[in-house]
């Protein structure tokens, strides 16, 4: 084995894909020459995209060159290389980087997940595959039992037929076991402690839900996120008025993810003369602790990006959307927060959602490529650094690693080609080109 195959090996085998590693050949021209180059119905024929600087994304690799089949990535060469019959895409000395993974997202492009009707789901999933996302977890608010059922059903439905939007990787519920004093958006009417008998027969009903948000504070939360564990479900915490105590209970009970580090959750709050850590001096005191960022430029403001880059790192840091429906309109435009019939109405100003009044912001509406440009841009973090937060970081936090985040032989085809300023070029979803802006 010479140097080179041993580091491709050792970096495979970090990438989780030992057992593919193990198979060798896989990462020479010579046997993808001699694969079966079979279609399959979910990705696309063969297609090699070279000219670029591919970000893998824990290195560059200034001219790179990737080669897909069967939807696939089957070849991640340094130097662009011969593939006979392949439908060849120059990506004109752009970046080819890995998809991006938005963990939090409520809709897109007019449509909200909460709509009730499989259209909102494809539009929505269309708009953010135009601005880099591959994949998604829709996000459903605190609702009634009856309407969370309904949307899941029809989650089911537009998974089913979902071609050219980003790929819809399971459902996320954000509440409604929460904290009242933090619940942000979320409704009062639904905001209560876990119970049991509600939480295992919606468990018990779907296998889409892949993560459920709660109060660590709560009473019967941590008795929830062992059961969550259990049934494969990533618990992860939010919208609390936890203090250290709590989140390191949580935390040994299973929950690794902080939702929107500084927003619904206290920093250090005084008890008399006592000071109490709050869910964010937690999130960064605990090592292992992963936390979502809105980094849209307007939730958090430079300084504080910079401190959570400095203190968590590129693999602790999953950038999210957390957007509403008014994401990928231009500012100006009105929109509803919320259901269509029962929201509230905003204002899109500044690139976020505000109350009429201005008093307050009403949700983000941020695409990936706006995250990745933007932490880049005012927070100092290299690009390499930001596309890892927006790839194999959330990706990893999932347990998704082995076929999603970074450009690795036996990897999902879930590619971009974007500029230096992240406009992206291409959108490329499991072999298959699903935007291209030109
Ligand atoms: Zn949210």
């Keep these: 084995m010479n140097k080179n195959t041993e580091n491709r090996r050792e970096f495979m085998q970090k990438m989780g894909l030992a057992s593919l590693a193990a198979g060798s050949g896989l990462l020479s021209t010579n046997s993808f020459a001699q694969s079966n180059s079979s279609m399959s119905s979910s990705g696309g024929g063969r297609i090699k995209i070279f000219n670029g600087r591919v970000l893998t994304p824990y290195r560059e690799l200034p001219n790179g060159c990737i080669v897909v089949d069967g939807g696939k990535i089957v070849e991640v060469s340094e130097k662009n290389i011969d593939v006979p019959g392949a439908l060849e895409i120059d990506a004109g000395g752009k970046f080819i980087s890995p998809g991006f993974i938005d963990l939090h997202c409520h809709g897109g492009g007019g449509h909200s997940f909460l709509d009730g009707t499989v259209n909102a789901f494809l539009k929505a999933a269309e708009l953010h595959a135009r601005h880099g996302t591959t994949s998604m977890y829709p996000t459903a608010l605190s609702g009634d039992k009856e309407e969370l059922y309904k949307n899941l059903d029809i989650y089911e439905q537009a998974n089913k037929v979902n071609k050219a939007g980003a790929e819809f990787l399971g459902v996320f519920l954000e509440g409604p076991y929460y904290s009242m004093e933090q619940r942000g958006a979320q409704n009062p009417k639904y905001i209560r402690n876990p119970d049991p008998k509600e939480y295992k027969e919606i468990l018990s009903r779907t296998s889409v839900i892949k993560r459920w948000d709660s109060a660590p504070e709560r009473e019967g939360s941590l008795e929830f996120i062992r059961y969550l564990r259990s049934k494969g479900v990533m618990p992860s915490m939010g919208h609390t008025s936890a203090v250290y105590d709590d989140v390191m209970l949580a935390f040994e009970n299973g929950v690794s993810l902080a939702t929107h580090l500084y927003s619904g959750m206290a920093g250090v709050t005084r008890r008399n003369s006592f000071r109490f850590p709050g869910g964010v ?40 959307t957390d957007s509403m429906r008014a994401a990928g309109l231009p500012d100006g435009q009105e929109s509803i927060l919320g259901s269509l019939t029962n929201g509230i109405k905003v204002i899109v100003e500044d690139g976020v959602a505000k109350l009429p009044d201005r008093t307050s912001f009403a949700g983000s509406v941020a695409t990936t490529d706006r995250l990745v440009r933007t932490i880049s841009t005012i927070a100092d973090v290299p690009l390499k650094d930001a596309v890892r937060m927006m790839s194999i970081t959330p990706a990893n936090i999932m347990g998704i690693a082995d076929r999603k985040g970074s450009l690795v032989p036996g990897k999902d085809a879930d590619i971009l080609i974007f500029d230096n300023d992240i406009q992206i070029d291409k959108t490329i979803i499991g072999g298959n080109v699903v935007y291209s802006r030109v």
């Design 281 to 320: 001096e937690s999130a960064f005191l605990i090592e292992e602790m992963n936390v979502e960022v809105i980094s849209d430029g307007r939730h958090l403001p430079a300084p504080l990006l910079k401190l959570i880059y400095k203190t968590k790192g590129a693999d602790r840091i999953a950038l999210v």
